[in-house]
Structure formats: C-alpha cells, structure tokens
C-alpha cells in the first residue's frame, strides 16, 4: 500500500517568506508525528496528533510554526517569515495507535528546506 | 520523564563482524516499547526491530537482535555479519503506553569498513 507521502521533497526560500510542508499519512494511521532534523543531528520532535485530541505542540520552536491535521489525515505544517536556522530536513511520521505498542513509525520521504 | 539516550556517537566495524550500538532509556511507565531505525545517507528512516517491555525472549529480525535488559534498562541493537550497506546512522526510539509518543534517542553512525 502507499506510504507517508510528503510534499514538496525540496524547498528553496528566501528568509522572511511563509512556507507550508504537507503531509499525507498511510490511510488509517491515526497519529501523526512532525520532526525536524538538521544536518547530521538527531531527530527533534515538533508536534503530535492523535484522531481528535488537542495536538501537543511542545516541540514547536517558536510562535513561527504552527500545523493543522485536516479531517483525521492531511497535515501542513506552516513556517512563517522563515529564519536561515529553520534550513532543514522536515520529517512525517504516522502510526496506528491503539492498545498494541508494537506499531513502528512510518516515515516519509521528507522535505528539504533550504532558507537563503 | 522519558529519555532515550545513545552514547556513541560514531562506530566503526569491519565487515562481517559483529556489532553492537547502545541504547539506555528511562521511564516510569511498565507499559513501553523499543524500537531500531536505520537511517542511510539517502535519508529516508527504516524500521528495523522492536521489542516490547513485557515480551520474556529477546527480538531478532533477520541480522538484527535486541539485546533487551531490561533491569539495567538497555536495549542494544546487534547487527551480526555487518555489511557495507549497513553503513547509516541509527536510531533507538521508545514509546510509552500513557503517552503514546515516540522518543528518539541522537543516534549512532555506524560506518562499516572493507
């Protein structure tokens, strides 16, 4: 079956320009996961849905990002007046939840940003 | 609070040998799991294995086992008969039933050599 689909794959914008990353989950997957990750780093944790439960947002770095989860599916994550420090990897993650904790994260491929 | 925590932040292993990455985690939760991802250079983040705090044997995937100890509250990935393709970062990742959220630990490169 289709995977985490993850759009645009790569991003050039210049600083100061509002930018949105979308994500389209496997269907089913109720949770969605949004990391970061810069160059050669770890993975950093943005933000969470679960179905209809408040999103935990305790990742987000700043009042710049903010992300919608559309109808229990498409998510967007949205940069505002994009800072050279938000040049980056942005990862998709999704997840059946549920009882079972044995349900890996399914990524995506990804959107590179690149802020100049 | 929970924690993953990978202490080596680059290894290196001769092909065909065996390795080891480590992982330590924290929790106060009974309910978690534990799971490996390899990441290769192309980027894109491949599960590997999991292995659940309650399950009593050991998971082993193909090359891959856990060595799941759980007092000592380690879950280190083994890779027997390394490859040149096994070369990529490597992610140990927990998640805890009362969360429902995934932690990442900051990886381990592993390079394998010829």
């Known amino acids: 079956g289709a995977g985490v689909s993850q759009s645009p794959s790569n991003k050039v914008t210049e600083k100061g320009k509002d930018v949105e990353l979308r994500c389209d989950p496997i269907?089913?997957?109720?949770?969605l996961y949004w990391y970061r990750q810069s160059l050669g780093q770890g993975l950093e944790f943005l933000i969470y849905?679960?179905?209809?439960?408040?999103?935990?947002k305790s990742g987000l770095p700043s009042d710049r990002f903010s992300a919608e989860r559309t109808g229990g599916s498409v998510s967007t994550l949205t940069i505002q007046r994009t800072q050279q420090e938000d040049s980056a990897v942005y990862l998709c993650?999704?997840?059946?939840?549920?009882?079972?904790?044995?349900?890996?994260?399914?990524f995506g491929n990804g959107t590179r940003l690149t802020v100049t | 609070a929970q924690k993953i925590t990978q202490t080596q932040p680059g290894m290196f292993v001769q092909e065909k040998e065996a390795v080891t990455l480590d992982c330590t985690y924290d929790?106060?939760?009974?309910?978690?799991?534990l799971f490996w991802y390899k990441q290769p250079s192309s980027g894109e983040m491949i599960f590997l294995i999991y292995?659940?705090?309650?399950?009593?044997q050991n998971a082993t995937e193909g090359r891959y086992s856990l060595n799941f100890q759980k007092a000592r509250k380690s879950a280190n990935l083994v890779i027997s008969a390394s490859q040149l393709g096994d070369s990529a970062m490597y992610f140990c990742?927990?998640?805890?039933?009362?969360?429902?959220?995934?932690?990442f630990g900051s990886g381990t490169k592993l390079n394998v050599k010829p």
């Open positions: 993650a999704s997840s059946l939840v549920g009882n079972s904790l044995n349900s890996p994260l399914h």
């Open positions: 269907s089913g997957h109720t949770a």
């Open positions: 849905f679960q179905g209809n439960s408040a999103p935990d």
């Open positions: 929790t106060s939760d009974p309910s978690y799991g």
């Open positions: 292995q659940g705090s309650y399950d009593q």
């Open positions: 990742a927990m998640r805890v039933y009362n969360f429902n959220k995934f932690y």
